[in-house]
């Protein structure tokens, strides 16, 4: 016999979040963020919303750190609800719930991928300067790929993905649709 109960009757919060973030991930989205973290009600669960196609990986960052700092001190329980598409820096912000604390509208996709760098290096000056200049982008870069691994493995951690494999997808833009990530265990449910 198959359970005949709509996912939002298993999870009535999510039906109506207390904050709801849309469009490019950057310092005009943490803004709203906090707005409505701060209108929020200060007691029980608070289930976040989110739909977007990408934007600053540091900005999802501080956002997930942020709701780590309130779960650490107050002990809330804080869900996830991605809508339509949670791409690059929203699986980020993602990443910073516990994937039993993550779901999806059954329309939704992730995207997952390698972070991304556009930079130009000149080499200009007196010779014993260029080797200086060369070892600072070599370690923005190391750092770079440190932060993203950690990133990868928080995405991943209690799902059913590998980090390698991960890893090994990310510089196709790896695209997963919702019922798939709850199959891998990315998410708990799909909505």
């Given at each position: ?56 990986p ?31 820096a ?6 910073g ?12 996709r992730?995207?997952?991928h ?5 930079s ?9 300067m ?22 990868f ?23 997963i ?15």
């Open positions: 016999m198959t359970d005949s109960t709509s996912p939002l009757q298993r999870y009535p919060l999510l039906a109506a979040p207390h904050v709801r973030l849309q469009g490019n991930v950057d310092d005009a989205m943490y803004q709203r963020f906090r707005e409505q973290m701060l209108a929020a009600p200060e007691e029980g669960p608070l289930v976040f919303a989110l739909s977007t196609l990408g934007g600053d540091e900005v999802a960052r501080l956002m997930a750190d942020e709701l780590r700092l309130l779960h650490d001190q107050s002990g809330r329980e804080l869900l996830f609800l991605g809508k339509v598409a949670v791409y690059s929203g699986a980020t912000f993602m990443s719930f516990p994937v039993d604390k993550r779901f999806l509208t059954r329309t939704t992730l995207m997952l390698e972070r991304q760098m556009h130009a290096l000149e080499l200009s000056g007196p010779l014993r260029l080797p200086a200049i060369l070892k600072a982008k070599l370690n923005e870069i190391e750092h770079s790929i440190r932060i993203e691994e950690e990133g493995r928080a995405l991943v951690a209690g799902s059913r993905v590998d980090f390698e494999e991960l890893r090994r997808r990310a510089p196709d833009n790896w695209y649709e919702a019922q798939e990530a709850r199959d891998l265990g990315l998410v708990l449910d799909v909505i």
